[in-house]
């Protein structure tokens, strides 16, 4: 079974930074991070849940929504299994919980061309800019 657990979310002001990370684990199913394209999503209060960036399974291509192009960038450890999600420029319409997800299948542009969800989820962590 896959857990993903992220951290790093808080509260900043406008034009802040924040960083998320996204940890993996495979548990005893030996489930191998390298073997999962990797995803951040959020959703805003009363907002359905939103595509925000994706990174495939070696690393080495990334995707982002218009909204984040230019201010985000997604990386990935596959030594650390982490994800990170390093944000700049913050501004309040970036409020939300944030999500890692994670896609056993389909490689990272079917989830950046909105085809696919990920497969597993974690638990999100709240990112909140004020003005």
């Known amino acids: 079974q896959v857990h993903l657990t992220e951290s790093g979310g808080g509260s900043v002001q406008t034009g802040g930074s924040l960083k998320l990370s996204c940890v993996f684990s495979g548990g005893s199913s030996g489930y191998r991070f390298e073997h999962y394209a990797m995803a951040w999503f959020r959703q805003a209060p009363g907002e359905e849940r939103e595509f925000v960036a994706a990174?495939?399974?070696?690393?080495?291509?990334?995707y982002y929504s218009d909204s984040v192009e230019g201010r985000f960038t997604a990386s990935r450890d596959n030594v650390e299994n982490t994800v990170s999600l390093q944000m700049n420029s913050l501004q309040p319409e970036d409020t939300a919980v944030y999500y890692c997800?994670?896609?056993?299948?389909?490689?990272?542009?079917?989830?950046?061309?909105?085809?696919?969800?990920?497969?597993?989820w974690g638990g999100g962590t709240l990112v909140t800019v004020s003005s």
């Open positions: 990174i495939s399974r070696s690393g080495r291509t990334t």
């Open positions: 997800g994670a896609e056993s299948i389909y490689a990272a542009s079917y989830i950046a061309s909105r085809e696919q969800v990920p497969d597993y």
